[in-house]
């Protein structure tokens, strides 16, 4: 209800003191996140990066490929960071992060380091991001003014769009957008999980014996009789039996599991600064993504991770390096074709689900059998026997690096056999949702 205000002004009560009509709301919201004139130069939408098709990933499977990342509106520009899911994002908790002593994490906000506090601040992230669609606020509304939802704009907040300020004007196009992200078209529920959930089928033995490891207990709920886990689920929450809650299969908790860096990251090589002032990564191959720790030591005048030149030399003293934002794992495989091939993590550096439960399974191991590296040495990689499994992690922390020293039941040394690591997929893939019916909402 409070959409049109969400940054706190008094936007749009001058011209209308009831709520937009939501219907005329979230059509304009559709058609804008669909709208690839709102990019400089035009060619970029909401829908290049975020495609239902693709379970609201990138719908690019060469650049998922090969790059990981996908390129921006300009071309040669690439984001950093991967398109993640953006379905059930509206149930993602708010930020700013903070550290919720019940689970020794952060929790809360968008994108991987939490950097939005709400969907509607997220939006002019990639609208403004040189190297997404690189626009500005004036730019967006002189291309609503001009483009294929002038009437759709009309009809929601019953004035022209050219005859608002462009603060206003941006303001409600981004309450738009954020409307539409919080449709059921984002969040529909309509999985197979969802249906077995409700009693409607019965998953396959190998889907339930996925869930099982997930959760770690026979009954696929927290707080069945306990079973061997992988302990999926104390990140990726399925709710308790009595809470009521739909699962998310999402905590909001930063995390660091280890993900290796990805050399294929073009955005290693984005180094000229003359041709990309603001979204250049004048480090090279040295840039290292800190994650959550990119973004709250800036807020303590520290640089990012509080690594380097300008650091006031206590190093990651508050425990966030190279922890990310958990994902939700709905829609994890959804693809268009058999064929397409989609990445995950934060950096795109794993190309399946099956090789990222592989090394949830494995990373920790070497080609030594027995042998377990333990990554809260100093030097993890000192006096091997064998040859690691993985590539370093991307940020190597002793600090926040989930490690087990070796114990089964943590990241990185489950003790699954192939057949585990089978049903677990089996599992993530029953969280696709169905396709929408074609005029269903
Ligand atoms: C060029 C590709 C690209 C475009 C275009 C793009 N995004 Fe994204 N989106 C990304 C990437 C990459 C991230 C993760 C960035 C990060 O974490 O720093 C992201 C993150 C997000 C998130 C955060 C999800 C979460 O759980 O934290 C939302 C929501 C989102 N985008 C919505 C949108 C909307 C709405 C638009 C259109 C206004 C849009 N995106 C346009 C690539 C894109
Ligand atoms: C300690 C918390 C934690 C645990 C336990 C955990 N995850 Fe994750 N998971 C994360 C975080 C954080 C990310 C994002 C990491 C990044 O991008 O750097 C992630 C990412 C993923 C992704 C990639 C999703 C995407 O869209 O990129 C998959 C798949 C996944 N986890 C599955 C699992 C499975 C299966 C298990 C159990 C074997 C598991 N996770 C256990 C926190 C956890």
Same mark, same amino acid.
Not at 211 to 233: E, I, M
């Given at each position: ?60 499977? %060469?650049? +998922?490929?090969? &790059? ?29 992060? %903070? ?8 929790? $809360? ?39 294929? +939802?002038?009437?759709r704009f009309r009809k929601a =907040? $019953? ?9 206003? &004007?941006?303001?409600?196009?981004v309450a738009a957008i954020a ?26 033995? &190998? ?83 800190? $994650? ?59 190309k399946s689900p099956r090789e ?15 042998? %377990? ?53 089996? =599992? ?14």
């Amino acid at each position: 209800m409070a959409l049109i205000a969400l940054h706190g002004t008094s936007a749009g009560v001058a011209r209308t003191a009831a709520p937009p009509p939501r219907d005329a709301l979230v059509q304009l919201g559709e058609a804008l996140f669909n709208d690839d004139t709102l990019s400089r130069p035009r060619g970029q939408s909401c829908a290049s990066c975020h495609a239902r098709e693709a379970g609201w990933s990138s719908p690019d499977s %060469v650049a +998922n490929e090969h &790059a990981g990342v996908v390129q921006g509106a300009v071309a040669g520009r690439y984001v950093n960071r991967r398109p993640p899911t953006i379905g059930y994002a509206e149930f993602m908790p708010a930020g700013p992060p %903070v550290f919720l002593t019940s689970r020794a994490a952060y929790a $809360g906000g968008f994108f991987y380091d939490g950097r939005a506090a709400t969907l509607a601040d997220q939006i002019s992230g990639p609208i403004r991001n040189p190297n997404e669609m690189n626009n500005t606020p004036a730019g967006v509304v002189r291309a609503v003014a001009d483009g294929p +939802n002038v009437a759709r704009f009309r009809k929601a =907040f $019953g004035v022209e769009v050219s005859s608002l300020a462009v603060d206003e &004007a941006f303001q409600d196009i981004v309450a738009a957008i954020a409307s539409f992200e919080r449709t059921a078209t984002f969040s529909p529920f309509s999985s197979r999980y969802d249906a077995y959930v409700a009693g409607k089928l019965s998953l396959t033995a &190998a889907e339930l014996a996925g869930l099982q490891l997930f959760t770690g207990s026979r009954t696929g709920r927290p707080g069945g009789p306990a079973v061997k886990t992988a302990t999926c689920s104390s990140c990726h929450t399925v709710e308790p039996a009595a809470a009521g809650r739909r699962d998310v299969f999402t905590s909001g908790t930063f995390h660091n599991i280890g993900i290796p860096k990805n050399p294929a990251n073009p955005y290693y090589a984005q180094t000229d600064a003359a041709a990309n002032p603001e979204g250049c990564n004048p480090l090279g191959a040295a840039y290292i993504d800190y $994650g959550l720790g990119s973004v709250l030591y800036l807020q303590k005048s520290c640089p990012p991770g509080n690594a380097g030149n300008g650091s006031d030399g206590r190093g990651d003293f508050l425990r966030i390096n190279g922890t990310f934002k958990t994902p939700t794992l709905r829609n994890v495989d959804t693809r268009p074709a058999p064929d397409f091939v989609k990445c995950y993590g934060h950096n795109g550096y794993f190309k399946s689900p099956r090789e990222m439960v592989h090394f949830y399974n494995t990373r920790n191991l070497t080609t030594s059998p027995g042998e %377990v590296i333990n990554f809260t040495a100093r030097q993890p990689y000192a006096h091997l026997q064998g040859k690691p499994l993985w590539p370093p992690p991307e940020n190597p922390d002793p600090q926040t690096l989930v490690n087990p020293t070796g114990a089964r039941g943590l990241i990185g040394n489950l003790g699954l056999t192939a057949a585990d690591e089978a049903n677990l997929v089996a =599992f993530l893939q029953t969280l696709g949702d169905a396709p929408p019916a074609s005029t269903s909402r």
